[in-house]
């Protein structure tokens, strides 16, 4: 059952087009990846799912209601995580947590004291003097504190060290396992492969690429150092091999992974004795669609500023 339906979502500034027809299903108990490059169209993406921004074309179900039209009915089983959290200087993290929680109309008061306690923090200290990691744990512990079915993460762990976004991991797949659902953007390409079971990888307002990790692998390499018996013949001829570095007796090189099979069989002939290989990564995938861009094909640069 989908949580989450935007079909051909079309979004204009004036003669600017934003978003070109988008389209997105997050389904129950899924945690869905949503990438691109700064500029894409995520964050305008979002701020039409929230009912912040009203799309131009296109429809936009949340729960099987509309995200415009029924924002408010929505909101109660959505929490939403900015990249960047902007709070009340005078009031204490634990009170911004309370008035969140308060605001939803749900009160776990254990599962608020277990987050703060896994997320190391000191919910008594005014919000003007909190780094830019404690605010973004205001943001996380009031979201897990509110038992929502759906869970809309910007950049959610911007600011965070290492272990608090171990921390951050272990809640996004206790919510899942729950069959909450999460629709999580983030540049951290590491984070989205080790949650997500689905990915969209979103450019210049388009959706260029959705699937499962697996299925978006066949558009990867994968990084192969081989060492053999007797020198490699003529490796540099095969089809689907790239950055070649080394030949005769060893050899490192990408491979197509759809000619795995053939390579293999080819250099299986001159007695392998070492063969390692490094599986694709989100990273290369991503990649793979922005080379040949220039400055724009960075996953941090963008053609425009405002994602």
């Avoid at 570095?245 to 490192?252: K, T, V």
Wanted: hydrophobic letters at 35%; proline letters at 3%.
């Amino acid at each position: 059952m989908n949580v989450l339906k935007v079909s051909n979502l079309t979004k204009r500034f004036g003669s600017f087009l934003a978003l070109d027809g988008v389209n997105l299903e997050v389904n129950s108990g899924e945690i869905f990846g949503f990438i691109g490059p700064n500029g894409a169209g995520k964050s305008t993406t979002l701020r039409v799912l929230l009912g912040i921004l009203k799309a131009s074309e296109g429809e936009v179900k949340i729960f099987g209601k509309d995200a415009w039209d029924d924002a408010v009915e929505i909101h109660k089983r959505l929490a939403y995580v900015p990249g960047d959290v902007n709070l009340w200087p005078n009031l204490t993290g634990g009170e911004v947590i309370d008035l969140f929680v308060k605001l939803r109309g749900t009160n776990h008061k254990s599962k608020r004291e277990e987050l703060i306690k896994r997320f190391d923090f000191d919910p008594t200290k005014k919000c003007r003097t909190y780094s830019k990691g404690n605010r973004q744990k205001v943001a996380l512990i009031a979201a897990f504190s509110s038992d929502a079915d759906l869970y809309i993460l910007d950049e959610p762990t911007s600011g965070l060290d290492p272990l608090m976004e171990q921390v951050f991991q272990e809640y996004v797949m206790e919510e899942k396992n729950q069959g909450k659902s999460v629709l999580l953007s983030s540049h951290i390409l590491s984070e989205v492969e080790k949650l997500c079971d689905k990915v969209a990888i979103i450019r210049e307002g388009r959706i260029i690429e959705t699937g499962t990790l697996t299925e978006l692998r066949h558009l990867t390499r994968t990084q192969i150092h081989v060492e053999t018996k007797s020198p490699i013949l003529a490796l540099e001829e095969l089809e689907g091999i790239h950055e070649l570095d080394g030949m005769g007796q060893g050899a490192s090189f990408q491979v197509d992974t759809d000619k795995m099979d053939q390579v293999i069989s080819y250099i299986s002939q001159f007695g392998v004795m070492k063969l390692e290989s490094a599986p694709p990564t989100l990273e290369d995938l991503f990649m793979r669609h922005y080379e040949g861009k220039g400055k724009e094909g960075s996953p941090e640069v963008g053609g425009r500023t405002n994602g």
